[in-house]
């Protein structure tokens, strides 16, 4: 049975794609993007979506940035759905010792 919090992990995407327009005057996210943030997030869970995105966008600017500076950066889009499957494994495999990791900075 599919978790209900899938929708969330789309929803969220879904609001950047409708004002990426707006934004940037062109298109920042297709809705492939966000069908697979919907299908790693029920997989996931609530608690492990954000910290999902957040790995899978600093991913992929230290990959963009790396194609530029190496000259390798086109005009055209970096696809941004293999950094989301990547931040979705890697918070999948090791969630629970990140959330450890982070919280006990504000450990005293």
């Given at each position: 049975m599919v978790?209900?919090?899938g929708s969330f992990g789309g929803g969220?995407?879904?609001?950047?794609?409708w004002i990426s327009p707006y934004l940037f005057g062109k298109e920042g996210m297709g809705l492939g993007d966000v069908k697979l943030m919907a299908?790693?997030?029920a997989v996931i869970g609530l608690t492990n979506i954000l910290p999902a995105l957040f790995l899978a966008s600093v991913l992929g600017l230290a990959v963009a940035?790396?194609?530029?500076k190496r000259g390798m950066a086109q005009e055209g889009y970096i696809p941004f759905g293999p950094f989301l499957s990547l931040g979705g494994m890697i918070v999948y495999l090791f969630g629970s010792?990140?959330?450890?990791?982070?919280?006990?900075?504000?450990?005293w």
């Open positions: 978790s209900g919090w969220d995407l879904v609001v950047l794609a299908g790693i997030g940035l790396f194609m530029k010792n990140i959330w450890e990791a982070y919280l006990s900075l504000f450990r």
